[in-house]
C-alpha cells in the first residue's frame, strides 16, 4: 500500500472543528519521527517528551499505549513507511487534550552539504518542542530566500544554539561536541549519544562560538530523518571530514528501531 497523507484527531479523521482550537490557539507541542514497517527509532524517547510536555503545558499525563494506538491508526492507510508528527493540544471544550496525528511519505536524510545562515534568536522555553514556531519560520524563510537551506540558532553574544529544526554537532578530530546551552534534546542527538562511544566516538557537551565554529574537522545537522554534513556557514566554507562522516552514518543506521 502506498504511503498517503492522513490527519487524524484522536484516533479519527480530523474536521475542521476538530482543527479549531490548534488553528486559533497557539499552545501545544508536538513530535516527530521516521516510522518504517510499522517501527520507529527511539520510540521510549517519544513518548517520554509528549508525556513530559504534556503535564508542563496542560498538567495532564499523556498515556504511552493511547499514543502508540493514535499513530497506529494513521499509518493503517500506509504501508507502514511514513513520516508522523504527533500534536498534543487543548482539547474542545475543556478540559483535557487532542492528539493530531499526521502521517505523510517517509523522508530520507539529506546527502548534499548544507548552507546554514547564522541568526542570533532563541526560540522561547527552548526544551520544548513546542508549536510556536513563528521566530524560526521568519528566519528559515529569510535564509532561503537568500540561497541557505536553513538557519544556525545563535545567542546575542554569538554562542551557538542549535538549527531551525535540528540539532547541531562538531566534530574535533576525537569528540563530538554538542553547543551547550538553551536547546531542544533532540531525540536522534540522544540516541547517538548513547551509542556513538561503542564505535569509537566519544562526546561531550561545551559552549561553541560561533567564531569557532570552522576551526572544527566537520559540522553536522541531526534529526529523524538522519545526519548531514555543514559545507557552509554564512559565508564560510565548513571543512567536511568524510571518514568521520561515514562513521557517523554507520552509527545512525545502526540506531534500534522499536516496533509501535
Not at 5 to 11: A, F, L, P, S, Y
Not at 171 to 192: N, Q, R
Request: net charge positive; with cysteine; hydrophobic share 40%.
Amino acid at each position: 500500500m502506498k504511503s498517503q497523507r492522513v490527519m487524524e484527531v484522536d484516533g479519527a479523521a480530523a474536521t475542521v472543528d476538530a482543527l479549531r482550537s490548534l488553528a486559533l490557539l497557539n499552545y501545544g507541542h508536538s513530535t516527530a519521527m521516521q516510522v518504517r514497517d510499522g517501527a520507529v527509532r527511539g520510540l521510549d524517547l517519544h513518548l517520554r517528551r509528549l508525556d513530559a510536555a504534556t503535564r508542563e503545558l496542560f498538567d495532564l499525563p499523556l498515556g504511552a499505549s493511547l499514543v502508540r494506538s493514535r499513530i497506529r491508526s494513521a499509518l493503517a492507510h500506509s504501508s507502514g513507511d511514513a513520516t508522523v508528527r504527533v500534536y498534543v493540544f487543548a482539547s474542545d471544550p475543556p478540559p483535557g487534550v487532542s492528539t493530531l496525528v499526521l502521517a505523510e511519505p517517509p523522508r530520507d536524510p539529506d546527502t548534499q552539504p548544507r548552507a546554514l545562515q547564522s541568526v542570533a534568536y532563541q526560540r522561547p522555553v527552548p526544551h520544548l518542542k513546542h508549536i510556536g514556531t513563528f521566530g524560526k519560520l521568519y528566519h528559515g524563510r529569510r535564509a532561503v530566500a537568500r540561497g541557505y537551506d536553513s538557519v544556525l540558532l545563535t545567542s546575542l553574544d554569538g554562542l551557538v544554539i542549535e538549527c531551525a529544526t535540528t540539532n547541531v554537532g562538531f566534530f574535533d578530530g576525537k569528540y563530538v561536541v554538542w553547543p551547550e546551552g538553551p536547546a531542544l534534546p533532540g531525540i536522534t542527538m540522544t540516541l547517538l549519544e548513547r551509542h556513538l562511544a561503542a564505535h569509537g566516538v566519544a562526546s561531550r557537551h561545551a559552549p561553541v562560538h560561533l567564531s569557532e565554529a570552522v576551526a572544527f574537522h566537520g559540522v553536522f545537522t541531526a534529526n529523524s530523518r538522519g545526519v548531514t554534513p555543514v559545507g557552509h556557514i554564512d559565508d564560510v566554507k565548513v571543512p567536511i571530514d568524510s571518514s568521520f562522516m561515514s562513521r557517523l552514518c554507520r552509527v545512525f543506521d545502526t540506531l534500534p528501531w522499536d516496533r509501535i
